[in-house]
């Protein structure tokens, strides 16, 4: 087996939040700058309390009262103004992260999912967003930029009297101890919650969309203790963090008023001996708790902030796919060619198909046939992109498949897989791939090349009824004739099949032998896997494969004799034998 060792070039690694808040470096320069102003006007309340207490009731003059109460009035409405600026700024740059990441962070889920390498139920990176946006929205990045202003006010403490400063350093050394505290003791708690969380999640999300299994096997319960347990972990390192930090904000809270009664103590004792004034004795204990403040509040604000940080790093891991990095190529319209291909399961490190050569031309089709996990859905995984190409080469007309972007190869491309999932939404959406401009035409044209026009009209609403988990139920063979008809919506030059007959009647059949006729005509080229020999009556071409590697391929009538002449190339397993009809 071939081992994986191709990366993919078109991703782009770092973090792709410190990328977006450089984009807004002006901003945040802003936001301290505004910070600072406010933490200079946090000044107001205890100098007038100094000036009331050493002016006013030493003077009884009424007019430097009301001057001193004006002043302080429109010094405090300023403050209050910028603080809402300030406010509104983050609740933006929270927004302008979330618009910048959201594209990207939703088709890193997808990219994910198909490497098959997301935990739990696959979301948790959209909560990461989510936790991210609101905590550079919220209190807690308020609280980091009136960190570094806590020295300013401990250094106006020791203007007052060396006293006063090294009784409120003492009280901030305490609570950045109960701070980093905090930190460790929320940090494991949050990241275990989160996984249990995860894994909650997807066993619910896996029951939703197994309900009837669950219940025709008697799983219900089983599933039940499954999501029960991780649940129950989740609840207890939520529980253990909530406690941890409630006990932590509840000494914080009781200690910050202590050290304020502390001051007042200590502030009386140097009035009484001539050390300090009433003004100084009130003006400390006002400028300690504003000095300790931003660090309650960062105590308050730990658990979101470990959550930021967790979250950051998380979304740091993703591979975002760069499209800035690719040139827009035409649309394929001449060929198709593999050389030496080998596919490999997402996340594994050996190829389950290899050795996969072949060439056609517009015009062509060809039948993969072969037994039971030989690789025929392999190959059509490698074909769409959804699987790791680990060797080899697949190029439509002379471009490796990677040169071009998910979105316009998919354009070229329809894809009809063995499971059809269809999403919430009317039929018509659902066709036409959820166009935000579909064309009516031909989302009606696909439909009648699937033989699927009449099926769909006697639906309640027709064209307008809407499907999916939450709506109408479809059986199996009008999913597989709608997935068929998205399949061909737009008159894509490259059409995959996998086993597009499972599920359908001889009408079904008769529609998808004329829709494999239609796309031979239109120029385009489909690649057919099947079981069934009614497959083969359209077909140009035919791939044997077996044990995940290529046995034979040619023009249909020469495969099939092939196989005639030799039984020992079909071998015990099955698949479409010689001794069945090819049209």
Excluded at 185 to 197: C, G, H, P, Y
Excluded at 374 to 384: F, Y
């Amino acid at each position: 087996m071939t081992q994986i060792a191709r990366r993919n070039p078109h991703v782009q690694a770092g973090d792709p939040v410190r990328m977006v808040l450089r984009q807004h470096r002006g901003t945040l320069v802003g936001v301290a700058i505004f910070s600072a102003i406010i933490n200079i006007l946090m000044l107001t309340s205890p100098i007038f309390m100094m000036q009331v207490y050493d002016r006013v009731l030493t003077s009884r003059s009424i007019p430097t009262l009301v001057s001193l109460l004006v002043i302080a009035t429109a010094l405090l409405v300023l403050m209050a103004v910028l603080d809402y600026l300030r406010s509104g700024i983050l609740a933006r740059i929270g927004i302008a992260v979330d618009r910048e990441l959201r594209d990207s962070v939703f088709v890193a889920v997808v990219e994910r999912t198909l490497r098959r390498d997301a935990q739990g139920d696959g979301q948790q990176v959209v909560r990461d967003l989510d936790s991210v946006r609101m905590f550079l929205s919220g209190p807690g990045l308020v609280a980091l930029f009136d960190l570094p202003w806590i020295p300013f006010y401990l250094l106006v403490c020791f203007a007052f009297h060396p006293l006063l400063g090294y009784l409120s350093l003492a009280g901030a050394i305490v609570l950045v101890v109960l701070m980093v505290w905090g930190f460790a003791v929320s940090k494991r708690s949050a990241m275990l919650a989160t996984e249990a969380l995860s894994q909650r999640n997807a066993w619910m999300e896996g029951s939703r969309r197994n309900a009837e299994s669950l219940r025709a096997l008697g799983m219900v319960s089983n599933i039940r203790n499954q999501w029960r347990d991780a649940h129950l972990t989740s609840l207890i390192e939520q529980t253990a963090g909530s406690e941890a930090g409630g006990k932590i904000t509840a000494f914080t809270k009781m200690f910050r008023i202590l050290l304020q009664l502390l001051l007042l103590a200590v502030g009386a004792y140097l009035v009484v001996g001539n050390l300090a004034t009433p003004g100084v004795m009130l003006a400390a204990s006002v400028l300690a708790g504003r000095a300790l403040a931003p660090l309650e509040q960062a105590i308050g604000q730990w658990r979101q902030f470990v959550q930021y940080r967790e979250a950051r790093a998380r979304l740091a891991t993703l591979q975002i796919p760069n499209e800035a990095s690719r040139t827009s190529l035409p649309s394929p319209r001449q060929s198709l060619v593999l050389s030496d291909v080998a596919v490999a399961p997402p996340g594994s490190h050996m190829a389950t198909l290899q050795g996969v050569t072949l060439a056609l031309q517009a015009g062509a089709a060809v039948a993969v046939v072969g037994p039971s996990a030989a690789g025929k859905s392999t190959l059509a995984r490698g074909l769409v992109g959804a699987w790791p190409i680990v060797r080899g080469e697949i190029r439509l007309d002379g471009a490796e498949i990677s040169q071009w972007s998910p979105d316009d190869l998919g354009k070229a491309i329809g894809y009809l897989p063995q499971a059809v999932d269809l999403f919430d939404g009317t039929v018509s959406q659902n066709i036409a791939r959820f166009s935000p401009k579909p064309d009516d035409a031909a989302t009606i044209e696909a439909a009648k090349l699937a033989g699927a026009h009449d099926m769909i009209l006697k639906l309640p609403q027709g064209y307008d009824t809407r499907i999916g988990d939450s709506h109408l139920a479809l059986s199996a063979g009008q999913k597989q004739r709608i997935g068929l008809a998205r399949a061909l919506y737009g008159s894509p030059f490259l059409v995959i099949l996998d086993e597009p007959n499972s599920n359908l009647d001889g009408e079904g059949e008769a529609a998808l032998c004329r829709a494999i006729r239609g796309i031979r005509e239109r120029g385009g080229i489909a690649v057919v896997m099947a079981h069934r020999p009614s497959a083969l009556a359209e077909v140009s071409h035919a791939l044997y494969i077996r044990d995940g590697r290529q046995v034979v391929f040619g023009p249909r009538d020469e495969v099939m004799r092939k196989i005639v002449r030799n039984p020992d190339v079909v071998g015990k397993s099955g698949g479409i034998t010689a001794a069945e009809p090819t049209s």
